[in-house]
């Protein structure tokens, strides 16, 4: 198996953390939001750098956590908090 990544970030919640992790990958990103990454069913099913930011912008787009779970196979629990962030981008927005 590759290693697609490692990175170290402390924060109370999970929330936090994954935001803090983005941010530290690289300083232009912003955090866990829609991007430029293509969104297709194939690039949620490959573990790459950019799935991350595949499956933000399939949250931005409606994808359920049911759906994101039958194409990532991500703990149903990873892909709740991600959406957390998703839809308190919206309510904000």
Same mark, same amino acid.
């Given at each position: ?9 402390i924060?109370? /919640?999970?929330e @936090? +953390? ?29 573990? +790459? ?11 931005? @787009?409606?994808? +359920?956590?049911d759906?994101?779970?039958?194409? /990532? ?21």
């Open positions: 198996m590759k290693s697609v990544g490692e990175v170290m970030a924060g109370r /919640t999970f @936090e +953390t994954i935001q803090k992790a983005i941010r530290a990958v690289d300083p232009s990103l912003h955090g866990f939001q829609q991007n430029s990454c293509g969104l297709s069913e194939d690039s949620l099913s490959v573990p +790459t750098d950019e799935r991350l930011f595949v499956i933000a912008n399939a949250l931005h @787009e409606g994808y +359920t956590v759906k994101l779970w039958r194409l /990532t196979n991500i703990d149903k629990w990873f892909l709740n908090r991600l959406k957390h962030i998703v839809d308190l981008d919206k309510a904000l927005s």
